[in-house]
């Protein structure tokens, strides 16, 4: 729950970089100064209230405790790891994009830029150290950090991000009967449900494959999705039969679409981490199901 609700945040700071395009200008030292001041306070007043917001969400009607780990790698089939790769990656891409805005060293602006989704999410665990009802997770840093590094490392060697972390979500059946734990409402389902959750690695094929006069349109992507079904805890219990789903589809990559809008361009940028729906094909305990349309 606590990861979608970091990317719907992140949102707005991606359609602010999209329709913000000269990111490599060379710019004056008083305008570089201007537009880094203005983002590092606009960044403070987002990451204030988004703490108070969580705060009032989730810590506020719970018992304290003193600062503790737990071991929670197991819980969720790792549905809630993938969310904490995906919210650092997303959220690393949107940072790189705008420091590149505020005219810094282009070095400096991937690794402050890349490394905020890291920041703030560790801040995140701290609070949940403190937390009678949950804990800090090393494994919830680990995919963090995990995050973090896909998006510096692509933007280091290629200045591309050709390999995306990518959200689907469709209603499970788990959900059903099950309202009170995972939500009540469409938008809490998709925060609480981690049976109807997929998370993907989308791959752009031409840029990858390096293919000369590709057929293939440049938007086009490959993606390997993740998701677990039939899981009514965190853990095992005797009263599931939980199992993983490996798919595997096709994306479309909403970056390389030629756009000339720019409004309408940073606004379906700033839905990149969505997968789009197309055909595919599910392997689940050795058996393949086939799709028609799958989000």
């Not at 200045?159 to 689907?168: C, F, G, H």
Request: hydrophobic content about 40%; aromatic content about 14%; overall charge negative.
């Amino acid at each position: 729950m606590r990861v979608i609700l970091i990317s719907i945040v992140l949102c707005a700071n991606n359609l602010f970089a999209q329709t913000n395009p000269a990111l490599s200008l060379d710019l004056e030292r008083s305008e570089k100064n201007t537009r880094l001041n203005s983002l590092i306070l606009i960044e403070l007043g987002t990451y204030s209230l988004s703490i108070l917001g969580f705060n009032e969400l989730l810590y506020k009607n719970y018992d304290k405790s003193s600062f503790h780990f737990i071991n929670d790698n197991s819980n969720w089939l790792q549905m809630d790891k993938m969310g904490h790769v995906a919210t650092s990656y997303h959220s690393g891409v949107n940072g790189i994009k705008l420091y590149k805005w505020t005219g810094i060293n282009k070095n400096k602006a991937i690794w402050i830029g890349g490394l905020s989704g890291t920041f703030f999410n560790t801040t995140i665990e701290i609070l949940d150290g403190f937390s009678a009802g949950w804990g800090a997770s090393l494994g919830d840093l680990f995919a963090n950090s995990l995050g973090s590094a896909l998006a510096i490392s692509q933007e280091f060697y290629w200045a591309d991000q050709r390999i995306q972390i990518k959200y689907s979500y469709t209603r499970s059946e788990a959900s059903r009967d099950n309202d009170g734990l995972f939500g009540d409402s469409y938008i809490e389902r998709s925060l609480k449900d981690y049976n109807g959750q997929t998370y993907w690695v989308s791959m752009n094929i031409n840029s990858l494959c390096n293919i000369e006069n590709s057929q293939f349109p440049d938007w086009l992507n490959f993606a390997i999705g993740h998701s677990a079904n039939d899981m009514l805890s965190p853990s095992n219990t005797d009263n599931d039969n939980r199992y993983r789903q490996f798919l595997l589809s096709f994306d479309i990559d909403l970056h390389r679409l030629e756009i000339q809008n720019k409004f309408l361009k940073g606004f379906v940028h700033a839905f990149g981490f969505v997968k789009i729906p197309f055909p595919t094909i599910e392997i689940n305990n050795g058996s393949l199901q086939f799709h028609p349309i799958y989000f």
